[in-house]
Nanobody, 127 residues
Framework: QVQLVESGGGLVQTGGSLRLSCAAS????????MGWFRQVPGKEREFVAA????????VYADSVKGRFTISRDNVKKTAFLQMNSLKPEDTAVYYC????????????????????WGQGTEITVSS
């Protein structure tokens, strides 16, 4: 079972930037796609971005495309989410997770395909 710890959240003004990190332990990190999701109270967890095991393929939610960039460092066992041009609607708790299966061909976007959820890191974008 992978263990993931998110960091980098905080309070930022509209238009600002933040970089989230997701540090992994236990499971071989480089075998698995990684995903970022977010959740606000009363709503379901929402897909944000995902990257395949090698870093060669990425997928983004339409709402963040062109503003967010997902990346990974398999040596450091860390995934990142660079968030630029932040908007108040980006306010949420952000979670990273690892795909349940190794070397998946497609980058998946459904939360049930992922596990190892961390505690999350909160982002508040003020208007």
């Amino acid at each position: 079972q992978v263990q993931l710890v998110e960091s980098g959240g905080g309070l930022v003004q509209t238009g600002g930037s933040l970089r989230l990190s997701c540090a992994a332990s236990r499971r071989p990190f480089s075998y698995y796609a990684m995903g970022w999701f977010r959740q606000v109270p009363g709503k379901e967890r929402e897909f944000v971005a995902a990257i395949n095991w090698s870093g060669s393929n990425t997928v983004y939610a339409d709402s963040v495309k062109g503003r967010f960039t997902i990346s990974r460092d398999n040596v450091k066992k860390t995934a990142f989410l660079q968030m630029n041009s932040l908007k108040p609607e980006d306010t949420a708790v952000y979670y990273c997770a690892a795909d349940r299966g190794p070397y998946t061909r497609a980058v998946r976007t459904t939360a049930t395909d992922y596990d190892g959820w961390g505690q999350g890191t909160e982002i508040t974008v003020s208007s």
